[in-house]
């Protein structure tokens, strides 16, 4: 593709217009439609933002055909082997990986932030006990602008970067405490001599009757999903916080709204949905018959965990996440049969014309859930594991639209409703 613009030619008024192409400095050449309306009197449409980069940004890079991603320029394989969480998400912050005293002070601040207001624990006891935990993340995270009211002056680099790293640090806190409420557990602080993952693994598990130590493997295995999780540029819950962030609401109403957007089963609830799949499934014998429903177009079953909107090759982190899958369970020494369907679905889903001819694989949510049902979180608590990673990305990308604002997120329509008619009155109406 060469950067010359593209003419645009108007047929009806003869009008041509000259469209430049805009380069990043890797990926697809995209072209600027900014002045299509006010020159030619056309908007574009787009359902679904299938043909539309919505924003420039220097934190993440998918080249969807070759299955690449990349944080900053470094590959997801490499940070997944040699980064931990905390690093990954001073980079995604901050552009660079921190020397060891950037990385101390991020630890450090990170560390200081991890309590929540008493008050927060109390507004947490007005849910029902069987509330989903993601319906309760988004209120409860929603409600911290409350408490930080006086930190709100988005115009303040510093306050911006403060509620930045006070979500990140308050989000496993706020988590394992909508877990405790649903198990009727007191609530459970942050201690903070643990690191990350440590830290939430304990306030999710442990109990004041016994001693509870949090298992190294467990600790690992988080900080890695963690990792793979972090961003991935412009998906539909972080395009979400940028939109809201775009109309210059605070930082915690947006992460809440992005909170909302994950939960829909065709983004982030899809690893809860892919275990509801698998137990639906039941046996290998059955698999056949859930790859044919997945094909038919009468009927509404989707195969979970499958099927991309950029990834037209494999998803590079479900990669990770298989064989983390394996790891976890050999070191755990179990066996889990839902393990073994999910490896068998994969192996037809990828023989099947359908799934090659539409280039859909494993997604980030396929094998997750697996694992996550190893080290005992919930079914319902498998989105909330996403959103605490993913709360890293919403922040970068959000800190990232103040740096640079665009204007508010606004689209246009295409009207399909009645064209003007008068107002009748009750009595002569039907
Ligand atoms: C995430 O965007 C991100 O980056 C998201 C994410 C992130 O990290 O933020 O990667 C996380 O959300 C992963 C995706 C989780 N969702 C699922 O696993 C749900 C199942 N998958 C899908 O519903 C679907 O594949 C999407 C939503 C993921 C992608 O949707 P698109 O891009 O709109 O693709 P499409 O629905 O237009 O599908 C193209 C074709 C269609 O068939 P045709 O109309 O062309 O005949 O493929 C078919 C679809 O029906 N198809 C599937 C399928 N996914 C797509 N058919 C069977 N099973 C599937 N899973």
Same mark, same amino acid.
């Given at each position: 593709m060469s950067d010359k613009p593209v003419i645009v030619t108007d047929e009806a008024s003869g009008k041509t217009l000259e469209l430049p192409v805009v380069r990043g400095t890797e990926g697809e050449p995209t072209l600027s439609i900014k002045s299509l309306p006010k020159e030619l009197g056309y908007f574009t449409y787009d359902p679904g933002f299938?043909?539309?980069?919505?924003c420039s940004s220097a934190i993440t890079f998918i080249d969807g055909g070759k299955g690449i991603l990349r944080y900053r320029g470094y590959p997801i394989e490499q940070l997944a082997e040699k980064s931990t969480f905390l690093e990954v998400a001073y980079l995604l912050l901050n552009g660079e990986l921190p020397d060891q005293g950037e990385f101390d002070d991020f630890r450090r601040d990170i560390t200081y932030h991890t309590m929540v207001h008493e008050k927060l624990n109390t507004f947490m006891?007005?849910?029902?006990?069987?509330?989903h935990p993601m319906a309760m993340m988004a209120g409860v995270v929603g409600s911290l602008a409350a408490f930080y009211h006086d930190r709100? $002056?988005?115009? &303040?680099p510093a306050q911006r970067m403060l509620a930045a790293k006070r979500m990140i640090a308050k989000m496993p806190t706020i988590a394992a405490a909508c877990y405790r409420h649903h198990m009727g557990w007191p609530t459970a602080y942050p201690?903070?001599?643990?690191n990350y993952t440590e830290r939430f693994l304990d306030m999710m598990f442990s109990v004041p009757a016994e001693e509870y130590k949090v298992s190294p493997v467990a600790a690992k295995a988080f900080d890695l999903l963690f990792i793979l999780h972090a961003d991935h540029e412009q998906n539909a819950s972080t395009s979400t916080v940028r939109l809201v962030g775009s109309?210059?609401?605070n930082p915690y109403a947006s992460v809440a709204a992005g909170i909302s957007a994950l939960w829909g089963p065709a983004h982030g609830g899809a690893n809860e949905a892919v275990l509801n799949m698998l137990e639906q499934i039941g046996?290998?014998?059955r698999v056949g018959e859930f790859i044919d429903r997945a094909k $038919?177009?009468? &009927?509404?079953?989707r195969l979970m965990g499958f099927g991309h909107?950029?990834?037209?090759?494999?998803?590079p982190r479900a990669n990770i996440i298989r064989q983390a899958a394996h790891d976890v369970l050999a070191e755990l020494g179990r066996k889990d049969p839902l393990m073994d369907l999910a490896m068998e679905l994969e192996k037809i889903a990828l023989e099947d014309d359908y799934f090659v001819e539409k280039k859909l694989y494993p997604n980030v949510?396929?094998?997750?859930g697996i694992i996550y049902k190893a080290l005992g979180i919930p079914k319902s608590m498998f989105t909330v594991m996403f959103a605490i990673a993913r709360t890293v990305g919403w922040v970068s990308h959000w800190l990232e639209h103040h740096n640079n604002p665009t204007p508010i997120g606004r689209p246009r329509q295409v009207y399909t409703g009645p064209v003007e008619r008068d107002y009748t009155d009750i009595s002569s109406r039907g």
């Open positions: 299938t043909a539309t980069a919505s006891t007005g849910f029902h006990y069987d509330a709100l $002056d988005m115009s &303040d201690r903070n001599s643990l109309t210059g609401a046996d290998v014998s $038919d177009r009468d &009927d509404p079953f909107r950029v990834y037209k090759n494999y998803d949510d396929f094998y997750s």
